[in-house]
């Protein structure tokens, strides 16, 4: 679907982890929305990960710009990374640098231990989401295969892809 030879981040997202078109009204709700998805995913209380969600927030707004946003936490208890990807229906504001609204977030979240390969999965799925072509292809999806077809890895020959948790 794309020729941009970037990597994207498909081989990080967690099974059923692409959510289309998830109505919230406003940021609090999106992460609490996050959080509830995750939760179903890793085992974590959805507590927890929305209260990690949360501080790293205060640290500073992951919105990315662009209309994208990168929520993040770690947990001792994964067992490697993981995320889950939502297109809200309607923008929200979510505080980001360049003030856009936010229709696409990526809730990252990484075992505690895992620091390079937290930034490794940072900066992949940053290049993705500045990619105009996928992106667009994001927000145009229909349907989870498409979205995953927009993110997807482009891999060196002989190189496996990592999957989720």
């Not at 959510?19 to 940021?27: E, N, P, Q, R, S």
């Not at 927000?139 to 060196?156: G, P, Q």
């Given at each position: ?8 981040f ?8 692409i ?9 609090p ?18 507590s ?36 889950h ?5 309607m ?47 994001m ?18 020959p002989?190189?496996?892809?990592r999957?989720a948790?």
């Open positions: 679907m794309h020729r941009s030879g970037v990597a994207g498909d081989d990080l997202v967690v099974e059923g982890g959510t289309l078109d998830l109505g919230v009204a406003d940021k709700a999106l992460l609490a929305a996050l959080a509830d998805l995750a939760a179903s995913a890793t085992g974590i209380d959805a927890l990960i929305l209260e990690r969600v949360r501080l790293r927030e205060s640290l500073g707004a992951t919105g990315f710009g662009g209309g994208t946003a990168i929520p993040h936490a770690r947990f001792a208890e994964l067992p490697g990374v993981l995320v990807v939502v297109r809200l229906a923008p929200i504001d979510y505080g980001a640098l360049d003030e856009a609204p936010v229709d696409i977030a990526v809730l990252l979240l990484s075992p505690e231990d895992a620091g390079a390969d937290h930034l490794k999965a940072l900066a992949r799925i940053s290049r993705t989401l500045r990619d105009p072509k996928r992106l667009a292809a927000r145009a999806a229909t349907d989870a295969a498409a979205m995953r077809a927009a993110i997807v890895t482009t891999l060196s002989g190189e496996a892809p999957r948790a």
